[in-house]
């Protein structure tokens, strides 16, 4: 399983990691890479002129020897150069079926989402208003799906770095919910 979050610190600053392990067993603390981006990496303006901003510390873990069909929960952190530990709230998965296992995975497959806000609030390139039906529907379901993939064409944030924010914060129940499921997001 890979974990991918991004934060505020720079590992001169902290060290990213993640606590893992099956639910009431052994935990594990496995480290994190991390990397970001500058302006120079935008493809043009508005992206790398009034659309950019800062867009933090990316930070990625690889969760290894995960047995199928097992229950894991897992936290965020980072141990700031005092030692003092920062904690994100707990998340959980269910790993794979064993290959060639009989079983039925309920699979959720869309793309092209666009995002929209919430709050009914509008912005610049604020097209997508049908986002938060797929969005909130798919929450509804939560429960019944084993996977789910979002396949591409995510944000359309158009230059906007912000953008991504509001998308990634309507997402963020989906891809971060406490239910038995994997998700997975390609683009």
Not at 27 to 40: I, Y
Request: with cysteine.
């Amino acid at each position: 399983m890979t974990v991918t979050w991004t934060s505020g610190y720079d590992i001169t600053e902290a060290v990213p990691f993640v606590e893992w392990g099956e639910k009431g067993g052994r935990r594990f603390l496995t480290p994190a890479g991390t990397l970001t981006f500058d302006k120079s990496s935008m493809c043009g303006a508005p992206a790398h002129t009034v659309g950019w901003r800062h867009p933090g510390y990316i930070h990625t873990s690889s969760l290894k020897d995960i047995w199928p069909d097992s229950l894991y929960t897992y936290k965020l952190g980072h141990r700031l150069m005092n030692g003092t530990r920062i904690w994100s709230k707990s998340y959980s998965f269910k790993a794979s079926s064993y290959p060639g296992q009989d079983s039925l995975q309920r699979v959720v497959i869309f793309g092209d989402i666009g995002k929209v806000e919430a709050d009914g609030s509008s912005e610049f390139n604020n097209f997508q208003p049908g986002s938060l039906n797929t969005t909130y529907q798919i929450i509804r379901d939560l429960e019944n799906i084993d996977m789910v993939v979002h396949i591409g064409d995510i944000c359309y944030a158009n230059g906007y770095l912000s953008q991504w924010d509001q998308f990634t914060a309507q997402v963020e129940p989906i891809f971060f919910s406490r239910t038995r499921r994997r998700t997975f997001q390609l683009t």
